[in-house]
């Protein structure tokens, strides 16, 4: 199983600028492993969660991009990366 390592999304809905989400990793520790995602409404939290499960067969829509930039998400597991534009 694939374990993700981060995420990175540029110009995708509220992500105007690249930023970069470390998720936990698993140690053998009680709740190691976990990553909350917490903020308050309307900060991203649903765009992040989106950004993770956007395959090939989805087009990021010209409304979910900033101007006509394309958006990029970087999705790096422990197995390498999985870049989407």
């Given at each position: 199983?694939?374990?993700?390592?981060?995420?990175?999304?540029?110009?995708?809905?509220?992500?105007?600028n690249e930023q970069s989400i470390k998720f936990a990793q698993p140690n053998g520790r009680s709740g190691s492993g976990l990553?909350?995602?917490?903020?308050?409404?309307?900060?991203?939290?649903?765009?992040?969660?989106?950004?993770?499960?956007?395959?090939?067969?989805?087009?990021?829509?010209?409304?979910?991009?900033?101007?006509?930039?394309?958006?990029?998400?970087?999705?790096?597991?422990?197995?390498?990366?999985?870049?989407?534009?």
């Open positions: 199983m694939n374990k993700l390592v981060d995420l990175k999304i540029k110009n995708y809905r509220g992500f105007l990553t909350l995602i917490v903020g308050p409404n309307n900060t991203g939290k649903t765009s992040v969660i989106e950004a993770l499960t956007i395959t090939t067969s989805k087009k990021i829509n010209k409304g979910e991009r900033h101007y006509d930039a394309d958006s990029e998400i970087i999705i790096k597991s422990d197995k390498g990366a999985v870049i989407f534009t």
